[in-house]
């Protein structure tokens, strides 16, 4: 591990963090190679509410999650201040093991679109029915997908 490195093993980043099936991480800083020992966890498949808010997961860290088959219960996923661009988001459009997530969210991201739009024609998010880009971007799903600008 780097000496970036703040969590020495998984129980450390679990600690008072898991209430029920909602593991509450905002704000913790979590680097890639932190998340790596998230997402090699068997206790990942008992998580159905993931807030991941303010972390520096990036596109590399979200490619991890991506791949891991540990995550497929998940059905809330909080992406919020990620430094994840469109790139990244075209990677989670492609996602095998997310096809529960029902509500993402993306806002203070840097993201241009074109991840937007990957979304939006995703074949393996089937459940992904609402996601916050920004302040005032919700998309839903109704009969495609709509864009309602919040005031």
Known sequence: MSQETRFENVDMIFE??????????????LNPEE????????RMKEV????????NL???GLQDL??????ENIQYLNLNKNGISDQGLKVLSKAKFLGKLKRLH????????????ALFNSETLDSLSTFQ?????TCKKREGWRYKPQG
Not at 48 to 55: A, E, G, M, P, T
Not at 133 to 137: E, K, L, P, S, Y
């Open 48 to 55: 159905s509410w993931l807030d991941l808010d303010d972390n």
């Open 58 to 60: 990036g596109d590399e």
């Open 66 to 71: 991506v791949d891991c088959s540990l995550l």
């Open 106 to 117: 993306l806002k203070d991201n840097p993201i241009d679109g074109g991840g937007v739009i």
């Open 35 to 42: 998340a790596k020992l998230l997402w090699e966890s068997p």
């Open 133 to 137: 880009i920004n302040d005032g971007w």
């Open 16 to 29: 008072g963090r898991l209430r029920g099936n909602q593991l509450m991480l905002s704000g913790k800083g």
